[in-house]
């Protein structure tokens, strides 16, 4: 069984030949030599028109291996609260394969995540990272994991569990948490709400991202992934992180009245 894809033609092109020239505008060309060496970086996962280029701008700017462990938000409500896919995805740019030992060595030594395909069936913020990773490393290998809301002692566990399966790979494993900020507010507002939420992430602080993101009522739907990410990636001994591009839909839209921020940010 292979997962299909449920948002091709809708938030991306889903024809190959279609996908494969957005993909070589919306991800720039950069030297090897010059990409960063991350342990995690956070990616918006609107439709293409509207975030594709801030995905695309932030995954050029690292080294990505061939194994990627990718942090959604559950939209949808099915499923348990940590869902971890086993089955490999059908994507119209070639299959992008479970990266077994990772999966088998998270699900073995876990508490809290459990295999799923439900609470994959219908959800959009990992598949539509799938074609930016494959556009730069060929190779490419994953590990879905849809994310519910959850208490931040959840996230801790969650962090320190994958960050223990991450430190025993031979080879290195990249995570990407999947995020849009905030929804539907004026682009004053939201620009006001993002930039709290973006200052906990480049102080490297995991509480005062999930604090903030709820005290101050942001809209930003991954952040239970992306503060996973970085509590895992401060596990890895991460010591910085940097913004790569902040924007909104209104960029794309024209209407300024009514707009979703986007951030690329790299954690290494």
Not at 43 to 72: K, R, W
Not at 114 to 119: F, L
Not at 216 to 236: F, T
Request: aromatic share 4%; with cysteine; proline share 6%.
């Amino acid at each position: 069984m292979m997962r299909a894809p449920v948002v091709a033609d809708r938030f991306y092109p889903g024809h190959p030949e279609q996908l494969q020239a957005a993909l070589d505008v919306l991800v720039p060309v950069v030297a090897e030599q010059k990409k960063k060496k991350a342990l995690a970086v956070i990616m918006p996962h609107a439709g293409y028109v509207y975030s594709g280029a801030t995905a695309g701008l932030t995954i050029a700017q690292v080294q990505v291996p061939q194994t990627v462990l990718i942090m959604g938000p559950n939209h949808h409500g099915r499923g348990p609260a940590l869902a971890l896919s086993g089955e490999d995805w059908r994507m119209p740019l070639g299959a992008a394969p479970i990266d077994r030992g990772l999966a088998a060595s998270i699900l073995q030594h876990s508490a809290v995540f459990v295999e799923d395909q439900e609470a994959h069936l219908f959800e959009h913020s990992i598949e539509v990272q799938i074609p930016f990773l494959q556009q730069v490393q060929k190779q490419l290998k994953i590990v879905p994991v849809v994310v519910s809301h959850i208490a931040y002692s959840l996230c801790e566990t969650a962090a320190h569990e994958l960050a223990a399966a991450i430190s025993k790979q031979p080879q290195p494993v990249l995570m990407v948490a999947s995020s849009d900020m905030s929804h539907y507010e004026s682009r004053q507002q939201a620009t006001k709400k993002d930039r709290m939420a973006i200052d906990r992430i480049l102080a490297l602080d995991p509480q005062g991202l999930y604090d903030t993101v709820h005290g101050k009522r942001i809209s930003m739907c991954g952040v239970v992934p992306a503060v996973i990410a970085l509590l895992a990636a401060l596990e890895l001994d991460a010591t910085r992180a940097e913004l790569i591009r902040y924007t909104d839909s209104g960029e794309a839209s024209g209407d300024t009245s009514q707009v979703v921020g986007y951030a690329g940010l790299v954690i290494s």
